[in-house]
């Protein structure tokens, strides 16, 4: 059974910095693109990062555009998500989902973590 986890949420004041963690069970990550989303109170879910499986290459939302840093570690069947200068608007539960497209529209995925929840104070 497929399995994401993610991990590495947590509260940050603005300007810090966290590093989130999605680990598969199961199956090989590098074979999926892997997207990270998030979802604020009231908010729909959105896309944040994503990164293909083919070439590696990547993409983010304008929002977190030289903030956020997306990479993989085949070798931990592990993919990051780098968040640095965080403002409370970033406050949200991040989810990272695999599929076979890397975009940032969340219905193209086919398999999702359970979230990890981050808040930024401000």
């Known amino acids: 059974q497929v399995q994401l986890v993610e991990s590495g949420g947590g509260l940050v004041q603005s300007g810090g910095s966290l590093r989130l963690s999605c680990a598969a069970s199961?199956?090989?990550?590098?074979?999926?693109?892997i997207g990270w989303f998030r979802q604020a109170p009231g908010k729909r879910r959105e896309g944040v990062s994503c990164?293909?499986?083919?070439?590696?290459?990547?993409y983010y939302a304008d929002s977190v555009k030289g903030r956020f840093t997306i990479s993989r570690d085949n070798a931990k069947n592990t993919v990051y998500l780098q968040m640095n200068s965080l403002k409370p608007e970033d406050t949200a539960v991040y989810y990272c989902?695999?599929?076979?497209?890397?975009?940032?529209?969340?219905?193209?995925?086919?398999?999702w973590g359970q979230g990890t929840q981050v808040t930024v104070s401000s």
């Open positions: 989902a695999g599929g076979l497209v890397a975009t940032l529209f969340p219905t193209e995925y086919d398999y």
């Open positions: 990164i293909s499986s083919s070439d590696g290459s990547t």
């Open positions: 199961a199956f090989a990550l590098d074979y999926y693109a």
